[in-house]
């Protein structure tokens, strides 16, 4: 259980779902854990939850939007453990809307929170983990990014940006010679509060894939806490700019979609 021993994450949307099993992946394998979250309680009780497991954590109020609070966040970790190693941007929000729904303002915010978000969290980042000499970003993408569903529209087209905002970040970093890597992970149905959500169960695409899926369920939080470890960690040193995804095999199943469905 030492995979990450010594070294400082941060985790947004760390609260619950996929991010809160992500900080107890780390923490459960060595690492200084920062679950920063809008939901305050949640983020409170998690970081206890790891203490009280043996773990190493603290809860931050971050909104991803925030510019500001983003540098704050970024100073309260290096002072409170030293250094930075590991963001995981994982906080993200989905509205389902046909492009026939859908309205600018809330594409735009939409792309507030899952690639504005992001964006901002890897600059107020880079300059703590070049000083750290080596770092991970971990970017959480979405199966939707290949798996073309009509009520994601603006939400396919955040994680889409997103994906590429990883490669094009990857890239500058190595070739500046830092040994800095950036990858995005690619989930398809995890059982989350996300998915629970009225609108988005509802959705007759999410009934079809349970049906689909080669693996037979939907993807168990704990099992993406261990590919964000394994990112995390210097057991992928070689691994940048690179797509991974945790589905089940959905994501290769030819999957047509039906004419009138909304
Ligand atoms: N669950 C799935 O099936 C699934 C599939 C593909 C991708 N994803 C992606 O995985 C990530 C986690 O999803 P989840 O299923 O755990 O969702 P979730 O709704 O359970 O958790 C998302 C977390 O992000 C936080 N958050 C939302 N807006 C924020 C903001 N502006 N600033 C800070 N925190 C904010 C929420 O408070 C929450 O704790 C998301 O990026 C999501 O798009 C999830």
Redesign the pocket.
């Known amino acids: 259980m030492d995979r990450m021993r010594g070294k400082v994450a941060i985790v ?10 992500s900080a107890s992946a780390l923490a459960a394998e060595g690492a200084c854990v920062v679950v ?4 305050t309680d ?2 409170e009780t998690k970081v206890a939850e790891l203490t009280a497991d043996g773990g190493t954590a603290r809860f931050t109020h ?4 925030d510019a500001d609070a983003w540098a704050r966040v970024v100073e309260e970790t290096v002072s409170a453990y030293g250094g930075l190693d590991v963001l995981v ?6 509205l389902p809307r046909t492009i026939e729904q859908a309205t600018l303002d809330e594409f735009k915010h939409v792309m ?3 690639l504005y ?1 992001p964006f901002l969290g890897i600059q107020a980042a880079l300059p703590a983990l070049i000083a750290r000499g080596s770092g991970s970003i971990i970017n ?5 990014t290949e798996m073309i569903v009509p009520t994601t529209t603006y ?1 396919a087209a955040s ?1 889409a940006a997103l994906a590429n905002l990883t490669k094009t970040t990857a890239v500058h970093v190595a070739t500046q010679g830092y040994e800095i890597r950036a990858n995005s ?11 629970a ?1 009225p609108e988005v169960a509802r959705m007759p695409h999410i009934q079809r894939m349970r049906e689909t899926v080669p693996l037979g369920r ?2 168990r ?1 704990e099992e ?1 806490g261990q590919l964000v470890v394994f990112l995390a960690s210097d057991e992928s040193s070689y691994i940048t700019a690179a797509e991974f995804f945790i589905d089940g095999g959905l994501t290769r199943v030819s999957y047509a979609n039906e004419r009138g469905s909304r």
């Not at 920063?36 to 939901?39: E, K, R, S």
């Open positions: 947004t949307g760390g609260a619950r779902g996929l991010g809160g099993a920063a979250d809008v939901l949640q983020g971050l909104d991803v939007r941007n994982n906080a993200g929000i989905t507030d929170v899952n978000g959480v993408s979405s199966n939707s939400y994680k992970i690619h989930p398809g149905p995890h059982a989350t509060d996300m998915l959500d939907f993807g939080p993406f």
